[in-house]
């Protein structure tokens, strides 16, 4: 009887009102109705609102793959806002577009298909939920945002999440499209959630940003199972705050590459997110570069900088590069987070031919400007012929943590400073041995202040 008097006093309402809109809200969606003499509702089928001002849904677009197929589901307030069209004919090629003027779509996807892919097209962020999704694309990449936005790609908790790509471009919604990666965006991508991501880019990249790509505390695991060029590809930068991230050796590039940004005409774009840095403040890294030569484990043309976290890195093809630092590089560790880093440069001189009159070797850490140790543990082994430790074109500072540094191969170098090397703190230990092999080689001033230094010191000019 409450309920029935509720209605009836609501109707006397919106007789004084009859040219308003409403809005009638039932599980998740609504429909919207012109007001005339009142409003007749069915009790055995009661709405869950209403209102007089458009509700603030939170608007899910459902996909979900059955082999061949996929069925997706589109609610009734958005069926003019999202246009889902197929790809090359084919019904689990799923084409969205957002045409929208403001609301942040969801998409849940599930399902799996082994000819298959997800393209998004909008002008505003999304969130993307993976629940158990599998896609192998056979016609470019197997999921691709077409968005300049933030791309929040969250994986159901407990998830496990696999896409691969075309070993060939493929035919895209849209012919100027170019197939970059397995996953890609021209925005940024943020990873969360407690479930597993699996990609394998069998064309170019596994993962691919044109701007930053974050990794939240949250995520559980992400696997590059392989990749033709760099398993992860980001401009801006990319961060990491925990799970673990494993990189094998059938990747071809780098495994986590961060460029400069830039613009249509190739120029650098210059911003305070545009910063080509790598920073890391937790998580794990396990990466292997063994199959191409001149590989980088980690590669960032901005700063490296390093607040926590496991770093197990192996740097074992010729001119292969555990951490490669395009500007400077900073080891330290945040409050409560622990810094491990663990490198093995174990490959010769690079033998390509562009390489062949200056070859690059292989090194554990290379640095183009300044390298600052603040804490954490450090080890790095290199053994390969005239391999280098920790090379640093600039200065060096150490102000604690435990380095260990051991060059085994032939004319090797646990250090090799450009300019000036100083110890304020810490225990740094170097050893060497083979043929012309040093300690610590350097070309400016050194100076132990404070702290525990064991090497075997030589002069450059």
């Not at 899910?60 to 009734?76: F, L, M, R, S």
Request: charged share 20%; proline share 2%; glycine share 10%.
């Amino acid at each position: 009887m409450k309920k029935i008097f509720s209605l009836l006093v609501l109707s006397c309402v919106l007789l004084a009102s009859h040219a308003q809109d409403v809005y009638i809200c039932k599980d998740g969606d609504y429909t919207k109705t012109k007001l005339s003499e009142g409003l007749a509702i069915d009790l055995n089928d009661a709405p869950d609102s209403i209102t007089f001002t458009k509700p603030a849904l939170p608007i899910v677009v459902e996909v979900v793959y059955n082999g061949t197929d996929a069925t997706v589901t589109i609610p009734k307030c958005m069926k003019d806002s999202v246009v889902c069209t197929r790809v090359n004919g084919l019904n689990s090629y799923v084409f969205l577009e957002y045409k929208g003027s403001s609301d942040e779509v969801i998409y849940d996807v599930k399902g799996s298909s082994d000819n298959g892919a997800l393209i998004i097209k909008s002008d505003y962020k999304m969130q993307v939920n993976l629940n158990n999704v599998s896609l192998t694309s056979t016609c470019g990449e197997a999921l691709r945002f077409k968005c300049g936005k933030r791309i929040a790609l969250v994986m159901a908790d407990g998830s496990v999440n696999t896409f691969k790509d075309s070993k060939d471009k493929g035919v895209t919604p849209d012919p100027q499209d170019s197939h970059k990666a397995c996953i890609y965006t021209k925005g940024h991508i943020e990873l969360s959630g407690a479930g597993t991501l699996n990609v394998t880019g069998n064309y170019n990249h596994a993962i691919a940003t044109k701007e930053y790509l974050k990794v939240k505390k949250s995520v559980k695991a992400i696997n590059i199972l392989g990749a033709a060029s760099d398993a992860i590809h980001a401009g801006e930068y990319f961060a990491m705050n925990g799970g673990v991230l494993t990189i094998n050796e059938t990747t071809l590039g780098d495994g986590v590459q961060v460029e400069f940004k830039t613009d249509d005409e190739g120029d650098k774009v210059v911003d305070e997110e545009n910063t080509g840095e790598v920073i890391i403040n937790g998580g794990t890294l396990n990466i292997t570069m063994a199959s191409t030569e001149d590989a980088k484990c980690i590669k960032s043309d901005g700063n490296a900088t390093i607040n926590g976290g496991t770093l197990l890195l192996h740097a074992t093809a010729n001119g292969s590069r555990g951490i490669q630092a395009g500007g400077a590089l900073t080891i330290t560790q945040a409050e409560d987070a622990t810094t491990d880093i663990t490198i093995y440069a174990e490959g010769g001189k690079c033998t390509l031919s562009s390489d062949k009159d200056d070859p690059d070797k292989c090194m554990g850490i290379n640095v183009d400007g300044n390298a600052t140790i603040d804490a954490g543990t450090i080890n790095i082994t290199a053994s390969g012929a005239s391999a280098n430790g920790l090379k640093c074109d600039r200065n060096l500072t150490v102000n604690g943590g435990n380095m260990t540094i051991a060059a085994t191969g032939n004319s090797s170098n646990g250090m090799k400073i450009g300019l000036n090397v100083t110890f304020t703190g810490g225990t740094t230990k170097v050893t060497n041995s083979g043929s012309k092999s040093k300690g610590i080689v350097y070309s400016g001033k050194k100076s132990v202040a404070e702290g525990t230094v064991s090497a075997s010191w030589t002069y450059k000019q």
